[in-house]
């Protein structure tokens, strides 16, 4: 816990820019590169979180990664006590990064050649010139995507109004962005399960 606890102070004081742990609290070092990551809070890691990244990392052939930013863009900072509750609940064998990467430029940057995977819901974000800060634009995101050798894997989910299924539409995206997402179909991965709706039913 020791180590751990260390390697978060490190991180928030900008020695390091991220470190791998487990369910443990153990720390591991080393690049991350060639992977598959899918990044949340996590709050709490449910079966729908699992079966994705496993999916992905089986169909790209792929090292498979969690990643929690205990900085986030529109939510509020992770605290320690909070991380580690989230951790905890992780199977033994789960590889997660911690980082302090809100932002998937960051993360491009950091892992290259891998591949985030994100929900509709996000994807839209990405896309949604709103999000982006001052001096940002979409061209600078994807040229830094492309750059690195990184793209976006898209799974869709259940619409919260009703039974209907929601994907990103590759034909909605500018063509010079299209070829960074990759779509995961309906009938090959499919999970109606929430964060949200497994802390209302653990409690």
Same mark, same amino acid.
């Given at each position: 816990?020791?180590?751990?606890?260390?390697?978060?102070?490190?991180?928030? @004081?900008?020695?390091?820019?991220?470190?791998?742990?487990?369910?443990?609290?153990?720390?591991?070092?080393?690049?991350?590169?060639?992977?598959?990551?899918?990044?949340?809070?996590?709050?709490?890691?449910?079966?729908?979180?699992?079966?994705?990244?496993?999916?992905?990392?089986?169909?790209?052939?792929?090292?498979?990664?969690?990643?929690?930013?205990?900085?986030?863009?529109?939510?509020?900072?992770?605290?320690?006590?909070?991380?580690?509750?989230?951790?905890?609940?992780?199977?033994?064998?789960?590889?997660?990064?911690?980082?302090?990467?809100?932002?998937?430029? @960051?993360?491009?940057?950091?892992?290259?050649?891998?591949?985030?995977?994100?929900?509709?819901?996000?994807?839209?974000?990405?896309? @949604?010139?709103?999000? =982006?800060?001052?001096?940002?634009?979409?061209?600078? =995101?994807?040229?830094?995507?492309?750059?690195?050798?990184?793209?976006?894997?898209?799974?869709?989910?259940?619409?919260?109004?009703?039974?209907?299924?929601?994907?990103?539409?590759?034909?909605?995206?500018?063509?010079?962005?299209?070829?960074?997402?990759?779509?995961?179909?309906?009938?090959?991965?499919?999970?109606?399960?929430?964060?949200?709706?497994?802390?209302?039913?653990?409690?």
């Amino acid at each position: 816990m020791k180590n751990f606890t260390n390697h978060i102070k490190s991180l928030n @004081d900008g020695k390091i820019d991220y470190f791998i742990t487990d369910s443990s609290l153990s720390v591991y070092h080393g690049q991350i590169n060639n992977s598959v990551i899918l990044s949340g809070s996590f709050n709490p890691i449910h079966c729908g979180h699992i079966k994705l990244l496993d999916y992905c990392s089986d169909n790209f052939n792929k090292n498979k990664f969690y990643e929690i930013s205990i900085s986030n863009v529109d939510k509020p900072n992770i605290d320690n006590k909070d991380l580690v509750s989230r951790l905890e609940k992780f199977q033994n064998e789960e590889k997660i990064i911690v980082t302090k990467s809100s932002k998937f430029l @960051d993360k491009a940057i950091l892992f290259p050649n891998s591949y985030f995977i994100v929900g509709y819901d996000t994807a839209l974000r990405i896309l @949604d010139e709103s999000y =982006l800060g001052i001096n940002e634009s979409l061209d600078n =995101l994807f040229t830094v995507i492309k750059k690195k050798g990184c793209k976006f894997i898209v799974a869709g989910r259940t619409d919260v109004t009703g039974p209907k299924f929601d994907n990103l539409n590759l034909k909605n995206i500018h063509i010079k962005y299209r070829n960074l997402f990759q779509i995961i179909e309906e009938k090959n991965f499919r999970a109606d399960i929430s964060s949200t709706e497994e802390r209302r039913h653990n409690n």
